[in-house]
């Protein structure tokens, strides 16, 4: 896979983060919340480095916290590739692969129409992913609260299984590559796109959330979700092949 069949990957992890916003921005905030404060010294110059220090240290926990779930991403695309490879190499039949590239790009189809608010049938996968969460989730207490950027890392670790339906849907790409390697730099790209926007929650709590929750926003990056997943349909469905395409299809040829 090259770095520019990626780039689809990726502005799909920008473009759903609206996704995440609603969906994480209370796990966000109670990280914040969970994070100790420390009192300022009393002079004033003191404090005022103090505060300096304090804000670098949560930047830092913020910067491990996000680490810690691209990597968990990242450790689900290995996982889910490698089964895939195993498969295939026990059955050898290519038309699977060729339906499982339909069923990628319909999960993002389907995705664009979940951040349109149009259709919500990923939350049935989300219920799913629930029997795996269950048991993860009482591992978070133990964490809290967060007083090192080890714990911050973890504590991410153990959100990035959170059932997620976004996820889901670029983790079937990741299954197609087949190689583990492979498998972990699809769901890695798509962690370095949802980034921006909840490093920008972490740092500055819940300021962009009014803004990100709006109709409009949700459609635009919606639509342009949607639009990837088609271009991938009829790419597939007709064998086009451009250098544009490839740099935003999901399709055989871009794997």
Same mark, same amino acid.
């Given at each position: 896979?090259?770095?520019?069949?990626?780039?689809?990957?990726?502005?799909?992890?920008?473009?759903? /983060?609206?996704?995440?916003?609603?969906?994480?921005?209370?796990?966000?905030?109670?990280?914040?919340?969970?994070?100790?404060?420390?009192?300022?010294?009393?002079?004033?110059?003191?404090?005022?480095?103090?505060?300096?220090?304090?804000?670098?240290?949560?930047?830092?926990?913020?910067?491990?916290?996000?680490?810690?779930?691209?990597?968990?991403?990242?450790?689900?695309?290995?996982?889910?590739?490698?089964?895939?490879?195993?498969?295939?190499?026990?059955?050898?039949?290519?038309? @699977?692969?060729?339906?499982?590239?339909?069923?990628?790009?319909?999960?993002?189809?389907?995705?664009?129409?979940?951040?349109?608010?149009?259709?919500?049938?990923?939350?049935?996968?989300?219920?799913?992913?629930?029997?795996?969460?269950?048991?993860?989730?009482?591992? @978070?207490?133990?964490?809290?609260?967060?007083?090192?950027?080890?714990?911050?890392?973890?504590?991410? /670790?153990?959100?990035?299984?959170?059932?997620?339906?976004?996820?889901?849907?670029?983790? !079937?790409?990741?299954?197609?590559?087949?190689?583990?390697?492979?498998?972990?730099?699809? @769901?890695?790209?798509?962690?370095?796109?949802?980034?921006?926007?909840?490093?920008?929650?972490?740092?500055?709590?819940?300021?962009?959330?009014?803004?990100?929750?709006?109709?409009?926003?949700?459609?635009?990056?919606?639509?342009?979700?949607?639009?990837? /997943?088609?271009?991938?349909?009829?790419?597939?469905?007709? /064998?086009?092949?451009?250098?544009?395409?490839?740099?935003?299809?999901?399709?055989?040829?871009? !794997?």
């Amino acid at each position: 896979m090259t770095s520019l069949a990626l780039l689809p990957i990726f502005l799909i992890g920008l473009f759903g /983060g609206v996704h995440c916003v609603g969906m994480c921005g209370g796990i966000v905030g109670a990280f914040s919340v969970a994070t100790p404060k420390r009192r300022p010294f009393p002079l004033p110059v003191t404090s005022s480095n103090h505060l300096i220090s304090a804000a670098a240290d949560g930047s830092l926990r913020v910067f491990a916290f996000n680490a810690g779930r691209i990597a968990s991403y990242m450790l689900a695309g290995a996982l889910a590739a490698s089964l895939a490879g195993n498969l295939k190499t026990l059955i050898h039949i290519s038309e @699977m692969q060729t339906a499982g590239y339909w069923l990628a790009n319909l999960m993002l189809i389907a995705l664009g129409a979940s951040l349109m608010n149009l259709w919500h049938g990923l939350a049935r996968l989300e219920a799913l992913g629930q029997i795996l969460w269950r048991r993860i989730q009482p591992l @978070m207490k133990n964490l809290l609260p967060v007083e090192s950027i080890w714990q911050a890392a973890a504590l991410g /670790g153990l959100w990035g299984w959170v059932p997620c339906g976004m996820v889901y849907s670029v983790l !079937m790409t990741a299954l197609l590559t087949g190689s583990a390697a492979q498998g972990a730099l699809v @769901m890695g790209a798509f962690g370095l796109g949802t980034l921006p926007l909840l490093l920008s929650m972490g740092m500055l709590g819940t300021t962009l959330q009014p803004l990100l929750r709006k109709p409009a926003v949700r459609v635009l990056a919606g639509a342009l979700v949607l639009s990837f /997943g088609v271009l991938g349909l009829l790419r597939v469905a007709t /064998g086009m092949s451009h250098g544009w395409l490839d740099a935003v299809c999901i399709s055989p040829a871009a !794997m």
